[in-house]
């Protein structure tokens, strides 16, 4: 199984970008998949995804309301749309799959088993 993560870049301030990530084989519906990030210096930390069990999608109270995230189960691909960015949105950006993780640590790196390579997402003037 590869997680393939794709589409950051540079950005202005209040721009937007959206990430992909594609699953390649095996079939991701019923997974549960993530979104994380880690800046400079920084952690990797929870931005946001959605369960296998289905239900609303949750994020990061740092990007509610500007990001958000859909799937596409006919191409196996997990978007993230990121909205009004901001320079501390800068960071490389990773998906994150697994078939069997709990609700409770949906925001837990160490509770995946599969991660797409990581690609930079840049906002600046």
């Known amino acids: 199984v590869q997680l393939q993560a794709s589409g950051g870049g540079l950005v202005n301030p209040g721009g937007s970008l959206r990430l992909s990530c594609v699953v390649f084989g095996r079939t991701s519906r019923a997974w549960s998949m993530a979104w994380f990030r880690q800046g400079p210096g920084k952690e990797r930390e929870f931005v946001g995804g959605f369960h296998r069990s289905g239900g609303s999608p949750f994020f990061a109270d740092s990007v509610k309301g500007r990001f958000t995230i859909s799937r596409d189960n006919a191409k196996n691909t997990v978007y993230l749309q990121m909205n009004s960015l901001r320079p501390e949105d800068t960071a490389v950006y990773y998906c994150?799959?697994?078939?069997?993780?709990?609700?409770?640590?949906?925001?837990?790196?160490?509770?995946?088993?599969?991660w797409g390579q990581g690609t930079q997402v840049t906002v600046s003037s």
């Open positions: 994150a799959g697994s078939p069997s993780l709990i609700l409770s640590s949906l925001g837990v790196p160490s509770a995946y088993a599969y």
